[in-house]
């Protein structure tokens, strides 16, 4: 089956690569960890068959499941997840999310189908946490680059990388499940263009469009040898406003950002009406989704007087510094240079490539941009506005204490309670403008069974997907 995905990866490790392109091509394709996420955002198992805690919650077994190997040949054992771990915890390694691990305090072999872990506090986090492509299960044994040669336990053995163009997979004659895989092997292709890429799909050349083509999706939902989904995923496409650069360092302006744009006319106009509107950095997939979106709305009055009370009477200008691989982020950015105008705020668009040039401007440090829109596909990831690194450059005391209380709660109510105050304290503070949930619009042959139509988990998961004749 023939893929097309918008972005090529730098690199082909999914623990130290920070692009969700990775675990869209590699998590449950080539990858797997103890536990993993199906199609309805339930936790089940992985290479772990099952798993039992204390009643505390601080000592967690799991039993692997017997005659896993890795692509090379060796054999999956309880070596494997110590060495797995302690890698994550290593900060040698540079992991991209150390912090999913800082509670696990010691993780033993009790045999080579069980392993032990101990937590230092009860984390709620733990599970999902387990669940993501950053724990994928490595190999203890493997001498090769896992940037250039992955090596993993999942459906499909890595082929080749070809940049610029393509990485191939094939089917894993040796995978543990029977039956499974039921196709031969996945190329993934990297078009950025929407247009060529469903130019491509029509020519019959390739058989499933990735996200990113909602251009294309009302034409399609027409012809009857498309299918097309508008599913919900983890993307929440965030406006993004650097809190220590000026003007955005007042948060009278981020405010009036706020109340100059209309969430729902973007999607409409930049998105063909695919998308759901968010207000908080929380998918609605996830069961402590709080709609925020109510706390503004579209007021250009009130947009002016608070820029004029900020000292911007005559209006500012800024600079919005836009990834030009994704259209929904250029067209996202067109309506809202738009929108900013009727209030005063000038907004020139610098359009940059990703992952290059927008990672190493915008994402990593010194963060030299002012506004910025992207996805942030990553599932429940609300804590990056406690990282004072982070290019939100975003501060709050009072969220950071509110997040970490709701990591240690092993109450779900109280837990929820929480996440909605976390959730309520960026959306008020406007630290960023949450603007609509990426559609997991998917575009493919009408031949293609069996794909998720939500993505509670950046995968494309083909592990259980067939083309009939």
């Known amino acids: 089956m023939r893929v097309v995905v918008s972005a090529e990866p730098q690199g082909l490790d999914p623990t130290t690569n920070t692009a969700a392109v990775v675990d869209r091509i590699f998590y449950n394709n080539t990858y797997e960890g103890l536990v993993k996420m199906d199609r309805n ?24 499941r017997s005659g896993v190997s890795f692509h090379d040949g060796s054999a999956f054992s309880a070596d494997d997840v110590v060495f797995t771990i302690e890698r994550d915890q290593n900060p040698d390694v540079a992991i991209v999310h150390p912090e999913f691990y800082d509670f696990i305090s010691k993780v033993e072999a009790l045999d080579d189908l069980t392993v032990r872990f101990s937590l230092s506090a009860f984390d709620s986090m733990f599970l999902f946490n387990l669940a993501r492509g950053d724990s994928a299960m490595l190999s203890r044994n493997y001498s090769g680059d896992l940037n250039v040669q992955p090596n993993g336990t999942g459906p499909f053995a890595f082929v080749e990388r070809v940049p610029g163009d393509r990485i191939v997979l094939k089917k894993f004659d040796a995978y543990y499940l029977p039956n499974l895989p039921y196709l031969d092997g996945l190329v993934f292709s990297f078009i950025p263009d929407p247009s060529a890429a469903f130019t491509a799909l029509q020519a019959g050349d390739v058989d499933v469009l990735e996200r990113s083509n909602v251009e294309n999706a009302p034409i399609a939902a027409k012809d009857p040898n498309f299918t097309v989904f508008n599913g919900v995923s983890t993307g929440e496409v965030i406006l993004s406003m650097n809190n220590q650069r000026a003007p955005f360092d007042d948060k009278r302006v981020r405010q009036a950002v706020a109340y100059a744009l209309d969430r729902q006319e973007i999607i409409d106009v930049a998105q063909f009406g695919f998308g759901i509107p968010v207000g908080s950095h929380m998918s609605p997939l996830n069961e402590n989704y709080l709609d925020m979106t109510w ?175």
């Open 295 to 469: 706390r503004y709305s579209q007021d250009l009055e009130k947009a002016k007087a608070l820029l004029a009370d900020a000292g911007f009477p005559n209006g500012v200008e800024v600079t919005m510094t836009i990834p030009s691989t994704f259209s929904y982020a250029v067209n996202s950015a067109q309506v809202i240079q738009q929108m900013l105008a009727a209030v005063g705020i000038r907004a020139s668009i610098d359009l940059v490539d990703f992952p290059g040039q927008w990672l190493d401007k915008v994402f990593f440090e010194p963060h030299d941009y002012q506004m910025s829109i992207i996805a942030h596909v990553e599932e429940f990831d609300i804590d990056i506005y406690s990282r004072p690194t982070y290019y939100f450059n975003y501060r709050n005391a009072t969220f950071n204490e509110t997040l970490r209380r709701a990591r240690l709660e092993p109450d779900p109510t109280a837990r929820k309670q929480l996440y909605a105050i976390a959730q309520f304290l960026i959306a008020d503070d406007a630290a960023t403008f949450p603007l609509y949930e990426l559609s997991n619009a998917l575009i493919m042959s009408s031949k293609v069974q069996n794909w998720w139509e939500n993505e509670p988990i950046p995968n494309a998961d083909a592990s259980e997907v067939w083309i009939s004749n």
């Open 41 to 64: 955002g339930a936790i089940v198992p992985g290479v772990a068959e099952s798993w039992e805690s204390s009643s505390d919650g601080l000592s967690w077994t799991f039993h692997l």
